[in-house]
């Protein structure tokens, strides 16, 4: 009779709900995954940027998915900050795009070069002074400009010696001078690729050793 009635109290008593999560689980889910998107934004924040030459690097192979009209001609351009149309260009022109792209005008560094030294610039065009419009435009006065920056560096025949973002000068027959800017992207020839605009607009193409180089240059600093 006894267990009778056991059984009768036991099977009255309801039986504990069964809840597949705890109460706490979905709070506690939101937690953690706010929690994660703080680390992750802070861990962003504080990692350290991609080496100064890769980014200079990056800055000249943006500018050859643009169409540019080689067009070397004299024009009036604002100061500082001052550019041809986006449309036209020239191997300088390069150069002086990718480090405007890294908060550096070259328009203005060898403006006021040139206002203090300007004869140890070329005296090529046989100008009474300094030409905001067109100086940093004219290959021989970035390398002038490169070199008394103390960004000269020694040229070679070997392609490990040229890093992503350095600047190399030729000379194109008959007796043009070129420039253009080192990637970080080896072509088949072991060489890294160029990136310049020798008449074809912005290319990236293997002509490190195409010309005889003249000069070698690694500007990082500001």
Known sequence: MRN??????????PEPAITS????????????????????????????PA????????????QTRATVVYDSSYRKIAYPGGDVPPSLGVCADVVIRAYRRLGIDLQVKVHEDMARNFTSYPQLWKLPGPDTNIDHRRVPNLQTFFRRAGAEVPASNNPDDYHAGDLVTWRVPPNLPHIGIVTGQKSPSGAPYVVH???????MEDMLFMYPITGHYRYTTQ
């Open 21 to 48: 999560q705890p109460k706490t689980t979905a709070p506690l889910r939101l937690a953690l995954t706010l929690l994660l998107a703080s680390a992750l934004a802070c861990a962003q924040e504080h990692a350290m």
């Open 51 to 62: 080496p100064y030459g890769v980014r200079l690097a990056d800055a000249a192979m943006e």
């Open 197 to 203: 605009n020798i008449g074809r607009g912005p290319q």
């Open 4 to 13: 009778a009635k056991a059984r009768s109290f036991i099977s009255e008593v």
